[in-house]
Structures are given as C-alpha cells and as structure tokens.
C-alpha cells in the first residue's frame, strides 16, 4: 500500500471515527438521530462554554412531572435538559415559537407554544396529556426572564394546574449563573459558571380533584417558589403572585436589565 493511500485511508478514519461513535452514543438517547445532534450540542455548550454543573433530575424514567424552575436566561432549558436523559417539553411564549430565526429550533424541540397572557386552554390540555402519560412538562413560573435584582418574579400557578390535573409531582429547581444579556442569542457570545440544583418531587396526591380552588392553586404556586428559594439558600424569600395578564412595559424591561448587568458584575 503506497503512502498516499495510507494518508487517504487516516483521512477517512478520523471522519468516520466520529459520526459512528456518535451514532452508538445516540442509540442511547430517546431522541433520533437529528434531534440527538442537537442535544450533543446542548451538552458541549453547556459544558464547555457555560461549564455548567447538573446532577440527576430526581424522577424514574417513564415517570410524568412538572418541572418548575427560576428563569434568568434564554438558555436555561439547556442546562436542565442535561439532568436527565428524557425529553423535556417546555412551556414557551408564543411569540418566540413563531420567531423566524429560532422559531425553528424551539418546535424541534417540541415545546408547547402559550399565550402570555390570559389562559391558553389547548395548550393547557396537551401539557396534561403528556404529563399524564409519563412525559416531563417545564414551566417558568415568573413567566419571562427575570432581568431584576429580584430573587424571583412574581409566579403563575400554571405549573400547578397542569401536575393537578396530570396527577403527577412537582419538581423545583435552581439554577445560578444562567449567563444572558437581554438578547436570546447573547448567552452563546457570554462564558458562565452555571450550577443547577434540584428539589425532591413535591407530592400533590392529597390535593388531587381540587384544582377548582383557586386560593389552593395559589399556596400551592406559593410553596413550590419557595422550595426553588430553598434549593437558593434563600429561606427568607417570601414569594408572591402575579395578575393574570399582567406583561412588562419596555421601561421595565430597560430597568431590569440594568439591573441584571449590575447584578452579574457582583458576582
């Protein structure tokens, strides 16, 4: 064999290496091969660019739960998504859903497109449906990213009504250092330090059939914000919930990024 079919015969080694080893390596994942592409992204992104730490989500496979979460960047799905080795279905504003630049990516995703204001009844009853049957459904309860030196927005008690209704648990959690600079690209041109932090599954069995009580529905909002407070270090948190249609002005949204910027400068 000659020299250069030596070299050709390295060449397509090195391609073929890889795109096998990430075939064996997909096969393991629930997702196919397109869709494991893009969650191998997800995983070199979040570790190497956002050096992100995540430990087991703490649901059995084939066990349905809401997944309830604070929300201070763009790409927090990503970093819960590395907890655990299931599709997670995420609750997004509409508007993102129809953006002609990630429009795209998020319906790859399967994400469940919502109104932001007001109550959005179709997608309400596909979020318990794929609860229900074992699937994982991610809510923020502040609704949008929390761009202020608040510790958390006030909630929405979406989250609850679904995990009700799908007779399914709730789990908190906590993520820190989600890096994001008011922009949903931002994050990709941003290094972080980001450490994810899960709750137990909070257990709604005794509150099943009572998803009619709104002031129960509410508390309930009110516990499971102030479980992802705790997973925070953040006893003294005491949360609140907001108005049904109740939706930023662009003063605000300027205000709060200030706010963001001073406060990822502390830290």
């Given at each position: 064999?000659?020299?250069?079919?030596?070299?050709?015969?390295?060449?397509?080694?090195?391609?073929?290496?890889?795109?096998?080893g990430f075939l064996i390596w997909s096969r393991k994942t629930p997702f196919d091969p397109f869709r494991a592409f893009?969650?191998?992204?997800?995983?070199?992104?979040?570790?190497?660019?956002?050096?992100?730490?995540?430990?087991?989500?703490?649901v059995p496979p084939g066990q349905g739960a809401v997944v309830v979460s604070n929300h201070r960047g763009s790409v927090d799905p990503f970093f819960i998504a590395l907890g655990t080795n299931r599709h997670i279905h995420w609750m997004v504003a509409r508007e993102y859903c129809r953006h002609p630049a990630f429009g795209w990516f998020l319906r790859l995703c399967e994400v469940i497109p919502v109104n932001r204001g007001g109550i959005d009844?179709?997608?309400?009853?596909?979020a318990i449906r794929l609860a229900s049957e074992g699937g994982l459904v991610g809510v923020f309860p502040e609704g949008r990213i929390n761009?202020?030196?608040?510790?958390?927005?006030?909630?929405?008690?979406?989250?609850?009504?679904?995990?009700?209704?799908?007779?399914?648990?709730?789990?908190?959690?906590?993520?820190?250092?989600?890096?994001?600079?008011?922009t949903p690209w931002s994050p990709f041109l941003m290094r972080a330090k980001v450490i994810v932090r899960f709750g137990e599954p909070i257990d709604l069995s005794p509150y099943y059939d009572r998803e009619r009580d709104a002031g129960l529905v509410g508390q309930l909002m009110l516990e499971a914000i102030k479980a992802i407070a705790g997973l925070a270090g953040r006893e003294d948190f005491e949360p609140s919930l907001?108005?049904?249609?109740?939706?930023?002005?662009?003063?605000?949204?300027?205000?709060?990024?200030?706010a963001s910027l001073r406060l990822q400068s502390e830290q």
């Open positions: 064999m000659s020299q250069e079919e030596l070299a050709i015969g390295f060449f397509v080694l090195i391609a073929v290496v890889p795109v096998v893009w969650y191998l992204v997800t995983i070199l992104l979040a570790r190497i660019l956002w050096r992100a730490k995540v430990p087991p989500m703490p009844t179709a997608s309400t009853k596909r761009m202020t030196d608040k510790f958390m927005l006030p909630g929405r008690p979406g989250a609850i009504l679904v995990a009700l209704k799908a007779r399914v648990p709730i789990v908190p959690c906590f993520i820190q250092g989600s890096p994001y600079d008011r907001a108005g049904r249609r109740w939706k930023p002005t662009e003063e605000e949204v300027d205000r709060d990024m200030a």
